[in-house]
């Protein structure tokens, strides 16, 4: 993330974004529940696949939102503002 976004620098928690689309693209070579499912049932080729996938399909979800991991979070900021309004209309 830091080298195609320097801007943003480290990130803590990136992993729990990746999860969701390595469920999925494994879900495509491995069967039954996913408690059972093992790496070695894999091949080299298919694991290449699914690791490209899911890079792929990160950074495109994380460019719609680099400005919240940016100095001063503003796209964070504008999220939290527009909350606050809603909530104050509802109010």
């Not at 070695?40 to 939102?65: H, P, R, T």
Request: include cysteine.
């Amino acid at each position: 993330r830091a080298i195609r976004h320097p801007a943003s620098g480290y990130v803590q928690g990136i992993n729990d974004l990746v999860t969701p689309f390595l469920i999925v693209f494994l879900s495509e070579h491995l069967e039954g529940n996913l408690d059972t499912w093992s790496m070695e049932n894999l091949s080299l080729q298919d694991v290449s696949n699914i690791e490209a996938d899911c890079y792929w399909c990160l950074s495109k979800f994380l460019d719609g939102m680099q400005d919240h991991y940016t100095f001063a979070q503003p796209g964070i900021q504008r999220l939290v503002f527009r909350l606050k309004e809603l909530v104050h209309r509802i109010d």
